[in-house]
């Protein structure tokens, strides 16, 4: 029944007009137990980073570079996480897991551009880290909020222009069959050995894309944090290095759980062939970190906590 909906006639050849994703599992009764699992992980990631949101919004003592940075890495959260999840917990109930070409690019695009964002942000907040840290002096200077607008506006430009050019550049592509996407979702490693004609362009934008900002932000954080110990290390009494490592503890974390995620699932030979690993893997950095990130910046976060007491406090009265 797919496969006659799943192309259409074009002179001599056919070309694809419906993708088949394979989901997680074909089994009924785990993607039964799926369901309601990750549907209460989807909720989860929506309230804890749209409160998160709210609450640096309402909260003046929030109002600091920091807690700029951390609202628009929940707003990248919440559109990577609600890029994936509705489509793939309505795929959960159904027999056929078939995807629209069109819808399939745009789940892609919008993937591509919440992903670059946040390995890009996630550099630029390593970097206001370091500022913090080793020049705190000057630090309202250096990352006084027009520049800090400026930051998250590059990124967000620079993500959505490389992921319209990765987008075009395999969509763009002639898909004659096989129609089938072995993984939850619209991937580039995934689309790209379905196509009939000459991907090496494709493939070039994409691995530049990947040197680019993948490798690139992750450097930048890592020199960030070089240069964060060497400041650490300078310093003469103990408690303040106790308290400027606790300061970019939770980042580091964050910073550990998506690289680490990422590299490993598309540095490596043979990403277009998807094992049960790879697709556990990606539902960690698409659909988990999402929702563990504000935990991760809140749990020992005492000014989050302490103004969580102070919009409780205004609320009651």
Known sequence: ????????????????????????????????????????????????????????????????????????????????????????????????????????????????????????LLAVMAIDRYVAIGKPLQYSVIMSPAICGRMVAGVSTTAFLSSLAQTISCFNLYYCGPNIIQHFFCDFPQIIPLSCSNSFISETVLLLAAIFFVFGSFLVTLLSYGFIVASILKMSSGKASIKAFNTCASHLAAVTLFFSTVLSVYMRPNSAKVTEQDK??????????????????????????????????????
């Open 1 to 120: 029944m797919v496969s006659s909906r799943s192309s259409r006639w074009n002179g001599n050849h056919s070309s694809v007009t419906i993708f088949i994703l394979l989901g997680l599992s074909d089994e009924t009764e785990l993607q039964l137990i799926l369901f309601p699992i990750f549907l209460g992980i989807y909720i989860v990631t929506l309230t804890w980073n749209l409160g998160l949101i709210l609450l640096i919004r309402v909260d003046s003592h929030l109002h600091t570079p920091m807690y700029f940075f951390l609202s628009f890495l929940a707003f990248i959260d919440v559109s990577f996480s609600s890029s994936i999840s509705p489509r793939m917990l309505a795929d959960f109930l159904k027999d056929e897991k078939t995807i629209s070409f069109l819808d399939c690019a745009i789940q892609y695009f919008v993937f591509t551009w919440m992903g670059i964002s946040e390995c890009c």
């Open 280 to 317: 556990v893997l990606s539902v960690f950095y698409a659909i988990l970190i999402p929702m563990l990130n504000p935990l991760i910046y809140s749990l020992r976060n005492k000014e989050i906590k302490e103004a969580i007491k102070r919009t409780v406090k205004k609320a009651k009265y």
